[in-house]
């Protein structure tokens, strides 16, 4: 992590002398929380916040925002099932927006739609698709068997959403006028590392925009801070974790019948709201783990697989967090594949953000949206960022992590970004 460190605090000094700030922007009437109880207002953000109207229901036969998407599958990998991506498509020439989500989610997670129907009520196409942690993405297009290293991840979903792409040309070749990637979380880092990846070649897919949303600068970091939310039930007897879990299933509810004013402080404790964070993170970790290990035995699991008894495989992959993830099952993978030993600090600093600063400092593509109380980002990296983007960085003052989606000053924002 030195290295990374003097890495992170060498750009600093470069380009410290830029004159060129950030725009910082507060959210007038956000309810400010806790950072963390700030993050679990993403769950406000959830599709049908804008109904359809009689006269759009008349015209699509259907009900509601995303019964209008189409589910269409494109082979990424001979021998592999093929990828599914879900798709909006204006009946007019527009521009679409292909939308990379967080850690483990499906093209169709409640985010990923609400984000997809904000920007189709703009007049924008939009494409989504899994993230590469998420098992369907993992079997059908991932080229390595562990996901977590971003130049080979990201490099992947470049690869997919170029056959995805060669597969719409054909449907859609006419109504189609310009491309736009979107990320939030992982999915904003990944779509970072695309713009690096598309600024060295001639031949691409030639995203006229990125915006990146909360992304992670150091991913080791964001890690180790996910495990020490888990770690919070540790400390909890099996009654506390049980509550916890009951009402932030409760709150959801709420959400989701339309029962929670948006302005009205969420009555959790500060250790519950890690709690519920980092379990829900930790469950797509181990969906993960336990996908591949189906596939291909890790060495590290000693349970076996069985169709009749799968308890005790669950409760030896449940002991992993990500930092055993990352040194016991993505390091030996790597080392092998590369045919040297590899260091965490040495896949760290090539899936970190400082690995493509030149890209963030001159792109003047890319766009980013980040808030000063995110959860996973220090005041050390969030005044790397501000002083590599410049002018292209917006910060909120509030929101945590990704927990500002839901709220209309937040979305002009994020809709103003992605216009050329």
Not at 89 to 108: E, K
Not at 140 to 168: E, H, M, N, R, W
Not at 248 to 269: A, F, H, N, R
Request: charged share 20%; proline share 4%; with cysteine.
């Amino acid at each position: 992590m030195k290295s990374f460190k003097k890495t992170v605090l060498l750009s600093f000094v470069l380009i410290f002398s830029i004159n060129v700030s950030a725009a910082v922007f507060y959210l007038v009437g956000y309810p400010a929380e806790s950072p963390n109880i700030e993050s679990l207002r993403s769950a406000l953000f959830y599709p049908g916040n804008e109904s359809f109207s009689f006269a759009q229901k008349q015209f699509f036969m259907k009900n509601n925002f995303y019964d209008l998407g189409l589910v269409y599958s494109v082979n990424i990998h001979k021998g592999h099932p093929d990828l599914k991506y879900k798709i909006w498509i204006q009946a007019r020439p527009a521009p679409i927006i292909v939308i990379l989500p967080g850690i483990g989610s499906f093209y169709d997670n409640a985010k990923v739609i609400a984000l997809a129907e904000l920007f189709y009520l703009k007049g924008y196409s939009v494409l989504t698709i899994s993230d590469v942690f998420n098992w369907e993405f993992c079997e059908s297009a991932s080229s390595v068997l562990t996901p977590g290293y971003s130049p080979v991840d990201s490099a992947d979903i470049y690869y997919a959403l170029c056959k995805i792409f060669k597969q719409l040309e054909k449907k859609y070749r006419d109504r189609i006028t310009d491309k736009i990637l979107v990320g939030f979380s992982l999915g904003a880092l990944h779509t970072l590392f695309i713009a690096d990846i598309e600024s060295k070649l001639k031949n691409s897919i030639s995203f006229s925009r990125y915006l990146a949303l909360n992304p992670p600068v150091n991913l080791l970091y964001a890690a180790k801070k996910l495990d020490e939310y888990y770690s919070v039930g540790y400390s909890m007897t099996n009654k506390q974790i049980t509550e916890s879990i009951s009402e932030g299933l409760s709150l959801y509810q709420k959400v989701l019948d339309k029962q929670l004013d948006p302005s009205t402080p969420i009555d959790l404790e500060d250790n519950e709201a890690k709690y519920i964070i980092g379990l829900n993170f930790h469950t797509s970790l181990i969906e993960l783990i336990y996908s591949i290990n189906s596939h291909n035995k890790l060495p590290v699991i000693r349970q076996k697989s069985s169709w009749f008894s799968r308890e005790a495989l669950y409760k030896e992959i449940d002991k992993f967090d990500f930092c055993d993830y990352l040194l016991l099952i993505l390091r030996p993978y790597y080392s092998k594949e590369i045919g040297k030993r590899l260091s965490l600090e040495n896949i760290n600093k090539a899936s970190s953000l400082p690995a493509i600063n030149e890209t963030l400092r001159t792109n003047k593509k890319i766009r980013m949206i980040h808030t000063a109380n995110d959860f996973l980002l220090t005041n050390i990296q969030k005044k790397w960022l501000e002083h590599i983007m410049g002018e292209r960085l917006t910060i909120l003052d509030h929101g945590g992590h990704c927990g500002y989606l839901y709220f209309d000053q937040a979305s002009d924002i994020i809709c103003k970004n992605i216009k050329l």
